[in-house]
């Protein structure tokens, strides 16, 4: 286990908060649910069936029968009635875990959300995009993973925020000068350190054309006017973001090149990929997506999680939730 999931299991004990799991069908979300227990991480609780779902130590709560499935029905019909969502609608709504789960998180009977082992990305932060919404100051939500690469000289000792990863399809100049800054935010709340910010690209400083490269660097010229302290530079190739010696071929003068811990894709697909690719043949632990930018906690999952990456990520979530009530 990375020390960075030990600091955040340490953290995350020391001030127990409560999680919801919607996913109490899955067999590794259980699994991960008696690890936490055991480990004492979280209150947890557990959407599914009581009759079928048994974690000693953790409450199972069926929306279906919930004596707060009226209360949330009310409130959601609240929060959507603009977007014409009627109570029938909002009732029926609330039979679907996930948004039975967000609304605890809404309403304060939970401190955080975790889900996506067996719903797709689109499924698990709808709900959130659409209770929750973004945090004060922020316009755009996006999704970045925690990556730690084992024997690893780059990053701080392997240690990376990856990102956009999860959510924000094909963002534009300015949707990627705000995943940028979130994410140098999210690496100083994570790591404490400060966060060297690569804005990646297949071109270094103008070494090819094509409108994806044009996009980074105007989300490079954007970020340096948003956040002038902010060490970020591009757009940058993953060599030269990572390797001094080709930092110095590539990018001289660069002040993050060489020594970047925070990398911004151009898009989901090159994100989602990349991030999948250091997790598999890399034998990196990766936990996420974590959201940056909703206004409370709730973080997504891989399909292709196991139950100590559920672990990991309700780790986090609750060290979100303590960090959220520090801010409050
Ligand atoms: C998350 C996602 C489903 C949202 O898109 P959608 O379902 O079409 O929903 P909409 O665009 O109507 O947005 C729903 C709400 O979320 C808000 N929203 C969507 N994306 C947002 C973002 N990045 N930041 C802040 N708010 C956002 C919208 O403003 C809207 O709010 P409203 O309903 O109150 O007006 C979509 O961005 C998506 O599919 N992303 C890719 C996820 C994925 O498949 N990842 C791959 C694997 S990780
Ligand atoms: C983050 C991600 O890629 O999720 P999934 O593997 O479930 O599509």
């Known amino acids: ?14 001030d127990r908060k409560t999680i919801v799991l919607p996913e109490g069908e899955d067999p590794r979300t259980i699994a991960a649910a008696q690890k936490i227990v055991a480990e004492g991480l979280a209150n947890l609780v557990i959407l599914g069936d009581p009759a079928e779902v048994k974690v000693e130590g953790a409450r199972v ?7 707060k499935h009226e209360e949330y029905a009310q409130a959601f019909a609240e929060l959507r009635k603009k977007k014409g969502v009627t109570i029938e609608q909002a009732r029926e709504q609330m039979n679907d875990n996930t ?34 919404k973004t945090a004060p100051g922020t316009k755009l939500v996006s999704g970045f993973m925690m990556v730690i690469v084992p024997d690893c000289e780059f990053g701080q000792d392997g240690t990376f925020i990856f990102s956009d990863i999860g959510l924000n399809i094909a963002p534009d100049a ?62 940058l190739q993953l060599d030269a973001a990572l390797v001094p010696e080709v930092a110095s071929l590539k990018a001289p003068g660069s002040k993050v090149a060489g020594h970047a811990n925070v990398l911004v894709f151009p898009d989901l697909a090159a994100g989602n990929i990349g991030y999948k690719l250091v ?48 801010q409050a």
């Open 279 to 326: 997790q598999r043949l890399g034998k990196a632990e990766a936990y996420g997506p974590l959201l940056q930018g909703i206004a409370k906690p709730v973080n997504d999952l891989s399909r292709g999680c196991s139950a100590d990456d559920i672990v990991g990520v309700v780790a986090i979530t609750a060290v979100q939730a303590q960090m959220a009530a520090k």
């Open 174 to 235: 300015d949707q990627l000068s705000e995943i940028a800054i979130a994410s140098a935010a999210s690496w100083k709340s994570f790591m404490g350190t400060e966060p060297e910010v690569a804005l990646l690209s297949y071109s270094t400083k103008g070494s090819a054309g094509g409108d994806s490269a044009e996009r980074v660097r105007q989300a490079a010229a954007l970020v340096a006017e948003k956040a002038p302290d902010l060490a970020c530079d591009g757009e």
């Open 61 to 67: 709560v069926d929306p279906k029968s919930s004596d």
């Open 99 to 132: 948004y039975f789960g967000t609304m605890m998180v809404k309403m304060g009977d939970a401190d955080g959300l975790v889900s996506g082992a067996c719903h797709s990305t689109a499924n698990t932060l709808r709900p959130a995009l659409q209770i929750l």
């Open 1 to 14: 286990m990375s020390d960075f999931l030990k600091r955040m299991k340490e953290s995350a004990k020391a």
